[in-house]
């Protein structure tokens, strides 16, 4: 039983379902997008429960605090109790990107826009992109 009770980082982020496969896991471990107190840890690295990692997953980042160790893949219930999600809340809300902005429509016929018509739009976009001053 003293295997069972060693967890590598790869297989631990795989079984809490932060990645979809292992291979993922460990490329990620090897990318440097997962550290332990801001170092670059290796995906063979040993999990403890108590210790905290910073995960980036494409623009999404989770801080997570290893809570009870997990062997095996379960299903999503089960392993949001493997863990705790110390993410500050401003960084799991929507992110701003071009993909959300506001779809900005004239009406058919109405001709193009004036010098106003186009500072409002232009207004609309910046203050949905924080870019106002």
Same mark, same amino acid.
């Given at each position: 039983?003293?295997? /069972?009770?060693?967890?590598? *980082?790869?297989?631990?982020?795989?079984?809490?379902?932060?990645f979809k496969t292992r #291979?993922?896991?460990?490329?990620?471990?090897?990318?440097?997008?997962?550290?332990?107190?801001? /170092?670059?840890? +290796?995906? #063979?690295?040993?999990?403890?429960?108590?210790? %905290?990692? /910073?995960?980036?997953?494409? *623009?999404?980042?989770? *801080?997570?605090?290893? %809570?009870?160790?997990?062997?095996?893949?379960?299903?999503? =219930?089960?392993?949001? $109790?493997?863990?705790? !999600?110390? $993410? =500050?809340?401003?960084?799991? /809300?929507? @992110?701003?990107?071009? @993909?959300?902005? =506001?779809?900005?429509?004239?009406?058919?016929?109405?001709?193009?826009?004036? +010098?106003? !018509?186009?500072?409002?739009?232009?207004?609309? *976009?910046?203050? @949905? @992109?924080? !870019?106002?001053?």
């Amino acid at each position: 039983m003293a295997e /069972q009770e060693k967890l590598r *980082i790869d297989k631990y982020l795989w079984a809490i379902r932060i990645f979809k496969t292992r #291979s993922l896991a460990t490329e990620a471990c090897k990318a440097g997008r997962v550290k332990l107190n801001g /170092q670059n840890i +290796k995906p #063979s690295a040993i999990v403890k429960v108590g210790e %905290v990692y /910073q995960v980036s997953k494409g *623009i999404e980042k989770k *801080i997570i605090e290893v %809570v009870e160790l997990s062997y095996n893949r379960t299903d999503s =219930p089960t392993a949001l $109790t493997k863990y705790k !999600d110390l $993410t =500050p809340p401003e960084e799991t /809300q929507g @992110f701003k990107s071009m @993909f959300h902005a =506001p779809v900005l429509k004239r009406d058919r016929g109405s001709g193009r826009p004036t +010098k106003k !018509d186009r500072r409002e739009t232009d207004g609309l *976009i910046e203050g @949905f @992109f924080g !870019d106002e001053e």
